[in-house]
T-cell receptor, first 113, second 114 residues
Framework: DVKVTQSSRYLVKRTGEKVFLECVQDMDHENMFWYRQDPGLGLRLIYFSYDVKMKEKGDIPEGYSVSREKKERFSLILESASTNQTSMYLC????????????FGPGTRLTVL | AQSVSQHNHHVILSEAASLELGCNYSYGGTVNLFWYVQYPGQHLQLLLKYFSGDPLVKGIKGFEAEFIKSKFSFNLRKPSVQWSDTAEYFCAVDSGGSNYKLTFGKGTLLTVNP
């Protein structure tokens, strides 16, 4: 069974703090993704990575950065958290095969005060 | 940029009613299509997917979806819903050759009353 884990289920931070969200997958997947999920807006892609140290911007990268130093781990970084980044953050991974499925983690609900 | 439209924000049904959730996408080329489901408190998971072949695809838990290329649609159906189908449903499109990026619709919340 594919397992995608995220470091925290709930996180509360203050405006201006640097925030790290961690995602780990155990299936040797090449591709990893970070989304944010907001009511009425669905899922929006922030960044994705198709290999170690490789990254590409998604649809809403502003205010975020990512790091992928190891194949199994993909980190999302909020350099200076703001209240409009309060959201549910979902990590996903998939094999390098366009017919494959994205497997999602449980999500991290981040609140920025 | 491609977009995905889900017509209903919230659908409320009684058990045993039939379900159809609409999904339309904007991309005119070859697409891969997905429906994902998120049950309360659970991970987002794949319900079904279409890549090629028979445009009527069957997924888990009795769900099916039909790809109609001329209408740019991929509607989700189930003949008889159960209380346990209460969840949020997301349609997604992958236009291929784009590092497997998915574009998601805004989601449809389905509430099934017992």
């Amino acid at each position: 069974d594919v397992k995608v884990t995220q470091s925290s289920r709930y996180l509360v931070k203050r405006t201006g703090e640097k925030v790290f969200l961690e995602c780990v997958q155990d299936m040797d997947h090449e591709n990893m993704f970070w989304y944010r999920q907001d009511p009425g807006l669905g899922l929006r892609l922030i960044y994705f990575s198709y290999d170690v140290k490789m990254k590409e911007k998604g649809d809403i990268p502003e205010g975020y950065s990512v790091s992928r130093e190891k194949k199994e781990r993909f980190s999302l970084i909020l350099e200076s958290a703001s209240t409009n980044q309060t959201s549910m953050y979902l990590c996903a991974s998939t094999l390098e095969d366009e017919t494959d499925t994205q497997y999602f983690g449980p999500g991290t609900r981040l609140t920025v005060l | 940029a491609q977009s995905v439209s889900q017509h209903n924000h919230h659908v409320i049904l009684s058990e045993a009613a039939s379900l159809e959730l609409g999904c339309n996408y904007s991309y005119g080329g070859t697409v891969n299509l997905f429906w994902y489901v998120q049950y309360p408190g659970q991970h987002l998971q794949l319900l079904l997917k279409y890549f090629s072949g028979d445009p009527l695809v069957k997924g888990i838990k009795g769900f099916e979806a039909e790809f109609i290329k001329s209408k740019f649609s991929f509607n989700l159906r189930k003949p008889s819903v159960q209380w346990s189908d209460t969840a949020e449903y997301f349609c997604a499109v992958d236009s291929g050759g784009s590092n497997y990026k998915l574009t998601f619709g805004k989601g449809t919340l389905l509430t099934v009353n017992p």
